[in-house]
Each structure stands twice: as structure tokens, then as C-alpha cells.
């Protein structure tokens, strides 16, 4: 398949300033006429070329009179025109219900939807689908008016009527121009949830969030979440909304989080709805980020658009940072920057370490939609933290307003917007350029040494940044550290803390006068997204564990230490588990920290993230170090756990930020008690699972449950079922929670679960649940004899013909071949080896499975 390469971008060859798109809807034949009046755009004698997929138009028209000049290569329309303005119009047909890929218009629970990012729109009709042209849309959908009563498209509504024989039609309008993948129609029988917000500037405009009537009770959360992102974006951004209205609207079938589509933004019902009953409190979060996430991008993302797909951060780094930042003022800011930097090293590090690895900002691809990555999301938003702590909140505030009002209404560049930094905040970003083009995670060696006696401290620093595909020498990258010396001794700050801007291989750094043994708190509020290697001893760590004031820090401490103490259990079959069961017993009993701070800071690292420390990965000795450390925590501190576990409970269910702690760290107290080895601790389970009047509780009951071999884990299991055998979204539970089982048998009962009746692989979310999440199942997707593998394959292959994207999304963990022994890294091997070979094999999963074997 051909390659794109970023160096190789041309401006458009002809402007497309308006569109009429005319929609005769049905699920079996839609038919689609679109009117361009199209522009040449500077001197050339270049055809017109519109792209499409697989279509062949009816007919084709120029300035209102058929043409037949016009020919097909590869997928493009090409059509020969004399002058310098033109109106094109063709027709096709398509068929929406045969459309399992899910881009373009697609039917999903007897709806009608379209899914144009990056590359849906050319599935839909003939048009220039990238994202540097810009088009003002008229929409007009005729369809059936008992089957698809509800017609919508983006933009305002501008009017509606019906039609004798039984359809019914709508025209919307939408003034702002927009690239060709922000287009969207919804047509289906839908109910709404309406509100209205009115604007800083004082304009009211209607929200209506749209789902199967049955599910309206579940949207409260979401339009609540919508009203706040709206307020927050003005207060914090100076942003306001433009258009009169802003639908939202649910579908079951959809290949990612949502999508941004101007004034009909299109999510994933599992990003919507939500009740106590069937939505945990990480869903309730989730689905508030990601409607925040799509709310946002209508400045970031819409009136400021991105010039080519290479370009992607730009939009989706900065949307992903202002989600994150609207999160943290939701709640608790230090709990959920824990959380993102955990996300962060359970995606974003492995990308970045292994054969898929890319810059922020990508030289070349074969797929755009297989760079929808962590690393363009979630490293795309750290690069944009840390220009924002270089330069500081207010000029950061006045480099987006000048990002803002330069680029609004165009297509930008990463670059546009690094010298928008620069230029309001008056900082010298050359250097920092290269977080955008060189991939991999630095790393950085950290060592202090002190002259005793109120003598210096020095800080001797040096950054690393391993090979990545294409790039074997890296450059060093300005790291912005966060540092702090804390005295061994008083447990006192011996300094304010200092903002270190590492731009060399290696730097010293000298403190005058420091009074006693310092303790250094390094990469505080992880201000740098690296990987930092020191000397800290256990003592030190649990110190800091103990005595920082930055609570990230803490955090990071206690997880130091752990992995520390896990990695040498690992790799020595024993360990001393004293000095993390002292630290976490000091943590717990700790004045004033709050219950969700405590619940992040005493889990153990996950088995993923200790592998990622290892040079050779041993799952089995992996899971025995981390399940031996669990118990001994568990054993060690039962009296406090059972104390935690009744002074959490709650009465009826609330969703606050306090609640929603007091329910984490009850499930982390169950989670050591059932890890302790204690009697009761299934029966515990099984009552909290029973008891539960939220699916926090009883989710959490049933993870406990779903590890175990106790009669209650098959009953829980078989009561969640019965219970919920309706609703898909806590289904996909079901599945998801017994494929990271970490029994003996979860290989073989995921395989079971695969032929389960209601299991499918048309469903991206059903298929993530099970198969995505059997991938992150360290030891039972490794097992020696290579079942998981083949497994893996077999259903990637099966996928790859309904859905290349989702397939192509759940790959990676063959990729990780290079960090096990022989024999598991050659079973893996070969079935990349074997999905290469496969007939017939999309470029998206050829993308991702060479790269991986290479
Ligand atoms: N900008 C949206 C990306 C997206 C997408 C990409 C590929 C295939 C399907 C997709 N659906 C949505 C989502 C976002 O970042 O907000
Ligand atoms: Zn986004």
C-alpha cells in the first residue's frame, strides 16, 4: 500500500468554498447528490479530483449540463474543467446497511449515522476529503417519516415539510466552513433530553442530547457535564459557542469515543448514558471528559482546523489538555493527574518503546486512522502541559487567544501553534520543537550527593532518548523538571521548589547550603512526561511517600517503591515486602489525605507496567511477585483494611467527589482483604455484589470475585448476567472483567466467551471488551504454548472483514515479541507473520502487523 509522507503536502488544487448535499435516505439504497461549486485554486492546469471509495457515479454534471469526460483513477473522480469557477454535481448510490466498517453512513440499532474522521466523507459521495478544504454545507435529507422521524445534520436547522408518499424531509445549514470529516447526519427514531444554555455574550442556545427513548432517563449526567464544559470553555478559554443549537446524539455501533462533528457531536452510547444502576463512577468520569473532550474541539479542532492528518495533535494534544484540565477542577486535581500519568505509562510508554512508535507529530503512514494513538492524544497533551508550565498560566492564557484569533476559520500547522507560544509568552521553543518530532520516552538520570555539615547539594542530571523506528540518534529535548530537596532528617523543605529546564545530555545543578541530608523530589506533578532513574533507596522513597508536600510526588514514591520491591521479587523469586507494607500502613494512617488520594496511592503497579520494567519480560514470575506482595499487604495490614472497609461504606448511593472515593478505597480494602487469603472474603464479595445499589459496588464485587475459586465468583457471575442481559454496555462488563480474570483457566474461558451467543465481533465495543481486553491480560494472552496468540489472530483476522480500524486497534500486544523469551516471541512472530499473509487484509492491519514484525 502507498505510503503518505508529511513532506509531500500540496495546497489544494481547487477550493471548494460551498456544498448542497441532497440525501434520499434508506438503510438498502441512499442516494446522494452533491452540488460543489469548486474554484481554482492559483495558476495550474490540474483536473478536478474529488475522492471516493468504491462508488461509481450515476451521473456527473458541469455548470448543469452532463459531462462524460470525466474518468475513475484508482478511487478519484477525475473531471476536466476549463475555467476558474465551476459548479460540479454528481450522484451515487450507497448502501448503508452493508457498511460494517462503520465510516461513512452507516445504520447502527436501526438508525441512520454517518462517521466521516479522517477519511468517512469519500464513502458518502465524490468530494476533495482533506482536512484543508473548507466548505460551507446545505443538507437536505428525505427519508421515511415512521421509520426515521427524527432527521438532523449540522449547523442550524432551516426547514422541513412532507412529502406525500409517506417521507418526510429537513434542511440544515451550517455557516461556518468546515473540512469534509466534521460533516454528520443522524436520521433515526430517537428521543431527547433539551436544555438550553445561554451564552457569555447573553445568547440562548438549545442542547438536546439524543438517544432510543427507552435510555432518556440515562443523559441527565451527560447534559450535565455538556452545561459545565460550556461555562468552563468560556471562563477559562474565552470561548463561546457559535452555532443556535448543539446536538448530541448515542449510537451503539461506533469505532471510537465520540466525534466532534460540528453542532452534532455522535458518541458511543457508553460515553452517554449512565445511571447509578449500570454506570460505574469511572464511566460517569469518562463519559464527563469525553463530552467535554468534543465540546471543546469546537474551537480546537473546528473553527481552528488542522492543514493534513500529520497535523493530528495539533487538535487532538490540545483538546485532550483542556478535557484534562477541565476534569481536575471538577475534583480532586492530584488524584487525576495520578490518573493520567497512569494511563499515560499503561499506553502511551509501551507505544512509544516498542515497533509502533511515532513523533507527536508523524513523518509518513499508510493508514491515518491507525494514528489515533496515546501518543497523539496523550503525549500530544503532555507537550502542551509543558509549554504551559514554561511559560505560566497567564501568558499561556494570551498564546491561545492569539492562537485563537490568528488561525480562527483556517487550517494550521503544530508549528502555527508552537509560534503562537512563543511569540505571546516571549520563550525561545526551538529546542522544544523536538518533542514533536522525535518519538520515545527520555529518560533521565538523576543523582544527588551532599557535603555533610550545611555543605552543597549537587544534583547531577542526564537525558536520554532511545531509538525509535526510522530514528536511531536522538538529540536531547528540553525537559522541564520540577525539583524539590526535602531534609532527611525534619522531614522539612530544605528549598522552594525549582523549575529545572534540562536542555543538554547532561547538566549540574548546585544547591548552597543545605543543612541537612536532602531528599529529592523529582518530577513533581510529572512535569515532564519521562522516565526517571535514581539511586532513591527504599528508605528515601518511603520517606518522600511519607513527607512530600507535592501529592503526585507522594504518590510516585510509594510507586517507585513498589516497583522496586516487585521488580527484584520478580526477578530474584523473593523480596522484602516490609519496607512498602510500613509505607503503605504510614499512608493510610496519614492526617488529612483524602480517601481517593489513598485508594491511588496503595494499589500495586500493574503486571503490564512491571513487565514494561523488565528487559526480558517472565509473565508467571511477574504475576506470583505482584499476587506474593498483595498478600503480604493483606495479611499485614487486615485489621486496617476491614477497618476501612466498614468506615467507607456509604449510605444510598451519591456521585461526588468524596463519595466516589470512599467507594475506591472500599474496593481497594476488599481487593486486600480477598488477597489476604482471608475465609470470608468471597462471602464479602458476594453480600457487597448483593447489596450494592450502584454498579461501582458491584462491579468492584465482582473483579474480586472474578480471580477467585470460590463457588461465589460463578454465582456472581451468573446474577450479573441474568440481571443485565438487556443492556448492552454492562454486558460488555461482563466480558471485559472475565477476560482480565487472572485464573488459570481465563485463556479458555475467553476462548469460551468468543462463541458465547451474544457475543460479536460486528460490535466494536463488545469486541474491545472481550478481545482488547484479553490483550492486556499479561500472563493469560502469554502463555507459553501460544494460545493467546493464535486466539488473538484468529479474531483479528475475522474482524479485519467487518472492521479494519477496530481491528487494527487491537494489535499491538503481538507486537511486544522483542521483550520475551525465544519461544514466545517466535509464536508471536508467527502469527504476525501468518495476519500479514492473510487475502485480502486491509491496510489498516497491514500497517500494524508489518511494522510490528519488523
Ligand atoms: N476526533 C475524533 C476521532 C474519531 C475517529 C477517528 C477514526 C475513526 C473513527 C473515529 N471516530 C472519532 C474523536 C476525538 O478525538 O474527539
Ligand atoms: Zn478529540
Redesign the pocket.
Known sequence: PAVIRREDYCPPAWAVPDITLDFRLDPAETRVRATLSVTRNGAHDEPLRLDGAGQTPVSVTVDGAVVDDWRIEGEQLVVPLPGDAHIVETEVVIAPDRNTQLMGLYASGGNLCT?C??EGFRRITFFPDRPDVLSVYRVRMTADARRFPVLLANGDPVAKGTNDDGTHWAEWHDPYPKPSYLFALVAGDLAVNRSTFTTMSGREVELGIWVRAADLAKTDHALHALKLSMAWDERIYGREYDLDVFNIVAVDDF??????NKGLNIFNSRYILADPDTATDYDYDAIAAVVA??YF?NWSGNRITCRDWFQLSLK?GFTVYRDQCFSADQGSAAVKRIEEVRGLRASQFPEDSGPLAHPVRPESYIEI?NF?TATIYNKGAELIRMMATILDPAKFRAATDLYFSRFDGTAATCEDFVACMEEAGGVDLRQFRLWYSQAGTPRVSAGLSHEPGGGRAVLRLAQHVPPSPGQPVKQPMVLPLKVRLFGAETGRPLTDEQLILLDQAAETITFEAVTERPVLSINRGFSAPVVIESDRSAADLAFLSAHDDDPFARYEAMQQLMLDTLVAGTINGEMNAQAVIDAVARTLAAEGLEPAFLAEAVLLPSENFIGDQLAMVDPDAIHAARESLRRQIGQALTPVWRRLYGEMAQGAYVYSPDAKGRRRLRSVALGYIAASGAEDAAALALAQFDAADNMTDRQAALTTLVSSDAPERDIALERFHARYADNALVLDKWFQTQALSSRDDTGAVVATLAEHPTFTLANPNRARALIGAFGMNQRAFNAANGSGYRFLADQLIALDRLNP?TAAKLLPPLGRWRRFDGNRAQLMRAELARIVATPGLSKDLFEQASKSLD
Open positions: 462517521q474522521e479522517a469505532n471510537f469515543g465520540a466525534m466532534e473532550h468534543e474541539h487532538e486512522s489515533y480500524q
